[in-house]
């Protein structure tokens, strides 16, 4: 049977009670065929979590394994990537992904590998960090062994992230490591050593030859963690982010000028995803947490005897939205919501400022809909203040604003709004066809409702139509 170089020295068994893997096991044994468990379902197992999606290494033919094993479930969904030399197999509650043992070698003139069987080692070696680079037996004989001849577990324990090889080479090899690198820093709470960290930094243009798809699913699992900061912060340090998300890196920076200064937006904007974070697990709340200030660069201007003005930021950032999705390759069915929350993160505390009155705060609850509570709980993430005073402050100005959209959401009941009068109706009384005369006649008796004028009552809405139709379409008396 095969032995690691590191495991002819230490031998150590993992107690394995996956009875999928068992049986990969035993099918194994019978073709006479050694595979092996690796990469995150080894890393994952020995931190004492489970994960679904299990990669296995065969020394030999993994594409006719994954065949094989396929029969013996009695499944026919084996679906085979024949350019990468895998098999996938989904089963109920499990993914299984079959690949020979390979290694790797390029020439200098050409990116493309030239690819060949290769010993587990071989194929451990191409793996992206040491923690990744530890593979356990699944034949009977030494089932559960476990072979580290990258010292994954050393680095596990110390809480780094390292390369198998020079790191230059590792990310030479799929470049968009480097976002890896940041998102498992995150996820599992490890730095990232100082060698992999500068290879990081002086081959970051390198991401520009991977495609959109891969970097945003790295992204999102980065936003998806529970401190997104740790890598945000470590991209932008690295001149990572610049390349993955410029407009998010040219948040960064402290302008002065006279005795006035500007917080850095890019360090204000991480801290409030942080606090969205701490509080959701809405990705695209987060995104709007990422996204609410991205138009300061663009609106920053010096007022003398005022200072520093974003005037404007908030209509402009929302207009960002939709480019930025069309580029990183956003799903397109989230941005009419990250561009409304982006829109309206000021209008709360704008209610403060020119007071809380009922018709203002109907009309927030209106743009907002059923978002409304998404949008309050951005606007407390967005205290970042250092003053205590002023922070405690705000979030009294916050909790007015909420009594008060309380209040008027029992009267007015706005937050899933329907309007009291559909527009086949209204044509009806009005004797119109479809058309924008329609459309202002909504609009009429909408701002009437926003305004106090009548309740959001159908009747209500009836009698104010015929009152004012005549006038809005011009009819003469």
Request: glycine residues 6%; aromatic residues 6%; hydrophobic residues 40%.
């Amino acid at each position: 049977m095969y032995k690691s170089r590191i495991c002819e020295r230490v031998l150590q068994h993992i107690d394995i009670q996956d009875q999928l893997l068992k049986r990969v096991g035993e099918i194994a044994d019978r073709d006479s065929t050694q595979v092996f468990v690796v990469g995150g379902f080894v890393r994952d197992l020995l931190l004492g979590k489970q994960i679904k999606d299990i990669d296995i290494v065969v020394l030999g033919d993994g594409i006719g394994f994954g065949h094989h094993v396929a029969h013996e479930f009695g499944r026919s969904n084996l679906v085979v990537f024949e350019n990468f030399g895998t098999a996938m197999l989904q089963l109920d509650d499990s993914k299984l992904e079959f690949v020979g043992a390979r290694k790797e070698s390029y020439s200098k003139f050409s990116r493309k590998p030239k690819v060949e069987g290769g010993t587990l080692d071989d194929d451990l070696s191409r793996r992206d960090f040491t923690v990744n680079a530890m593979a356990v037996s699944l034949n009977a004989a030494d089932f559960g062994r476990l072979v580290d001849p990258f010292q994954g577990q050393e680095a596990m324990r110390e809480k780094i992230l390292r390369t198998p090889l020079d790191p230059t080479a590792t990310f030479d090899d799929d470049p968009l490591r480097i976002m890896r690198a940041f998102r498992f820093s995150c996820q599992l709470g490890f730095e990232i050593e100082p060698s992999v960290l500068a290879a990081a930094t002086s081959m970051a243009s390198r991401l520009k030859i991977v495609s959109q798809e891969r970097i945003t699913d790295e992204f999102m699992k980065i936003l998806a963690s529970r401190r997104p900061s740790i890598s945000l912060q470590l991209m932008h340090e690295a001149g990572v982010l610049k390349v993955v998300f410029p407009e998010v890196a040219h948040l960064g920076g402290v302008d002065q000028r006279q005795d006035f200064h500007h917080k850095d937006v890019f360090q204000h904007t991480i801290r409030v995803l942080d606090n969205v974070a701490e509080v959701s697990e809405n990705l695209w709340l987060r995104m709007a947490a990422l996204l609410h200030d991205i138009a300061k660069p663009r609106t920053k201007a010096f007022q003398e005897g005022v200072g520093w003005t974003f005037h404007g930021h908030e209509e402009i950032g929302a207009r960002m939205v939709k480019p930025i999705f069309r580029r990183m390759r956003f799903p397109l069915d989230h941005q009419p919501y990250v561009e409304k929350i982006v829109r309206l993160h000021l209008r709360p505390m704008a209610l403060v400022d020119e007071g809380v009155t009922d018709s203002a705060v109907r009309r927030l609850l209106f743009e907002a809909g059923p978002d409304i509570d998404d949008l309050m709980m951005l606007c407390r993430a967005d205290i970042t203040s250092k003053n205590p005073r002023l922070v405690e402050q705000v979030r009294k100005n916050y909790e007015l604003v909420a009594k008060k959209m309380v209040e008027v959401e029992g009267k007015d009941r706005l937050r899933n709004w329907q309007p009291p009068l559909r527009g086949d109706e209204i044509m009806q009384v009005c004797g119109l066809e479809p058309g924008p005369p329609v459309g202002r006649l909504k609009s009429a008796i909408t701002d009437a409702i926003l305004d106090g004028l009548i309740p959001n009552e159908h009747d209500a809405a009836l009698a104010y139509l015929l009152s004012v139709k005549d006038k809005i379409l011009g009819v003469n008396s």
